[in-house]
């Protein structure tokens, strides 16, 4: 009856050095400032040319927006609270930023799996690609995308958010994230971390072993049989595991593991929320030569 309910929660941050905190703030913002346009500039290109009108496109350009938003979510928070004396957040503000960190990540890796059927139809069954990947189910794999990341995310917040909180409220980190919120409930929480490492850490190994198995099928399917476009495929495919080995290797190291701190916890995090996001869609366009040469006409036809 003494314990006052919590209402903020303290973030310690990266760095407690006056120093290192403004070496930090121009380092990420020149980061943001330069690559986040690239990934704009991906999603005008394949909405603006029309020989990237095709499903693989699509789903590129959609996984761009995907990652613009995600890194929307802590960035601007930590960069500010860089200049701040007192870094906190509301405990509302906290449980939306984790709702939508696990809502935009949750829509991302179902949107891989969409990306991988989308290789595996164009490999396996070339002659009804057309037919199967029509607008409308690509539209459908997306919103189905979508919808499993908002389902993943809700399950997240409805159980964090009966949770007790009534001190202490100090984060060490830069972010709200389930793993560390968790930890601070007045109450036995050994049940609700293993639900939550069900939903998050077994669903994310489990789609992670799913998505290498398929892609190592399909390689080794281009590598024994004789077909037109081979050598583009396989480079494709090969992007494609890049981009999943980026995507889910901080998530697992972060979810697939007792909620407990380690000292690289912050280096993955800040990986996982801000520079390998932006960085995926990169990866792709710089081994696409197709999009490169549609970035080229677009930049020629409007600054030249």
Not at 69 to 94: E, V
Not at 232 to 252: L, Q, Y
Request: glycine share 4%; proline share 4%.
């Amino acid at each position: 009856e003494n314990k006052t309910e919590v209402t903020e929660f303290v973030l310690l941050g990266l760095s407690q050095t006056r120093e290192v905190q403004l070496f930090l703030f121009f380092i990420f913002l020149l980061f943001y400032v330069i690559v986040l346009p690239v990934n704009i500039l991906i999603i005008l290109t394949i909405r603006g040319h029309p020989q990237l009108d095709s499903p693989m496109y699509f789903f590129l350009a959609n996984l761009a927006f995907l990652d613009i938003c995600y890194c929307s979510i802590t960035p601007p928070k930590m960069l500010a609270d860089f200049f701040s004396q007192q870094k906190t957040i509301s405990s509302r503000s906290c449980i939306a930023q984790l709702f939508f960190l696990h809502f935009l990540g949750g829509a991302e890796i179902f949107l891989l799996i969409a990306m991988a059927f989308d290789r595996y139809v164009a490999i396996c069954k070339p002659l009804h690609y057309a037919t199967l990947m029509r607008k409308m189910l690509c539209w459908v794999l997306v919103g189905t995308a979508w919808a499993g990341g908002f389902t993943h995310s809700i399950i997240q917040v409805a159980f964090v958010v009966h949770l007790p909180f009534c001190g202490p409220n100090e984060l060490d980190n830069f972010f709200c994230d389930v793993t560390q919120v968790i930890k601070l409930a007045c109450t036995n929480t050994y049940i609700l971390e293993f639900i939550m490492f069900v939903n998050s850490g077994l669903v994310i190994f489990i789609c992670f072993v799913l998505l290498l198995i398929s892609y190592s099928v399909l390689l080794i399917r281009l590598k024994t049989g004789i077909s037109r476009g081979k050598s583009k495929a396989a480079s494709t495919c090969t992007t494609h595991i890049i981009i999943v080995f980026v995507m889910f290797g901080p998530a697992i190291y972060i979810y697939c593991r007792p909620f407990c701190s380690l000292p690289l916890d912050k280096v993955v995090a800040v990986f996982h929320t801000m520079v390998f996001p932006l960085m995926n869609p990169m990866i792709y366009t710089l081994r696409n030569r197709e999009i490169l040469s549609a970035m080229k006409h677009l930049f020629m036809q409007y600054f030249l």
